[in-house]
């Protein structure tokens, strides 16, 4: 996200980093008090299938799908515009026992740092919903991913329990702002097909993955339930 451009994507970078804060959490916890998304294994599975040496996952966030992340990689780089995001996650990883295979870095989805071609798989969950351009950030991705590799991501579906969450507020159709003051937008299979239409991507595999959650740290207090569509896009080799 850059700082550069006034915009709700720049004003959340501060806003997750708050979120993150020693001040929000009790000492070790997560923001998300979770285990790893379902979908960070299957990932995993796939970066290994393809013989991946350098994974991204952007956001890494406090860390919890670096674990499971590590299982498909040499080398795992947690990405994320957050210090306070990484601090936890260097926790997880060094608890995980996988530290020597992790390095973080202050990147940006919008501007990465990186080169073209530079990483050979990427696992971008729960950010693209939070973007009003989203499409910038898939571009980006896609331009440093190397030929062959691929990009797994998602989209949250109108089913997800953020929609009935008391706290939020509907701004637009499909389109909410939580008690944080996050933007969420939600999407169905044909608005993510548009999506990547727009940036000349095409989805390798769309499918539809819900699971269920504990409660979280800091808010949503009870159990509850996610779908998104979970999206793969392949870089052809050259």
């Given at each position: 996200?850059?700082?550069?451009?006034?915009?709700?994507?720049?004003?959340?970078?501060?806003?997750?980093?708050?979120?993150?804060?020693?001040?929000?959490?009790?000492?070790?916890a997560n923001l998300w008090g979770d285990p790893p998304v379902p979908y960070a294994l299957t990932a995993a599975e796939l970066f290994r299938a393809n013989s991946a040496r350098v994974v991204l996952d952007l956001p890494c966030g406090d860390g919890r799908n670096l674990p499971p992340l590590a299982q498909g990689c040499s080398i795992l780089l947690g990405g994320d515009t957050s210090h306070n995001a990484m601090a936890i996650a260097e926790r997880v990883v060094a608890k995980a026992g996988v530290r020597d295979k992790a390095v973080f870095m202050r990147t940006d989805c919008f501007d990465t740092g990186l080169l073209s071609d530079s990483v050979d798989g990427i696992f971008c969950w729960d950010l693209l919903g939070h973007l009003t351009e989203p499409g910038r950030a898939l571009a980006e991705l896609f331009r440093i991913l190397r030929p062959g590799g691929r990009l797994v991501a998602n989209m949250w579906t109108m089913n997800d329990c953020q929609v009935s969450d008391p706290l939020i507020k509907e701004i637009e159709p499909k389109i909410y702002i939580d008690h944080f003051n996050f933007y969420c937008q939600f999407y169905d299979r044909d608005d993510l097909v548009a999506l990547l239409d727009s940036v000349g991507l095409q989805a390798e595999s769309i499918e539809v993955r819900g699971w269920r959650e504990p409660p979280h740290a800091t808010y949503r207090d009870y159990w509850h339930d996610h779908e998104s569509l979970a999206f793969v896009v392949h870089k052809p080799a050259a």
């Open positions: 996200m850059n700082n550069e451009v006034a915009s709700p994507d720049a004003d959340a970078i501060e806003l997750w980093n708050a979120a993150y804060g020693d001040d929000v959490l009790d000492g070790d």
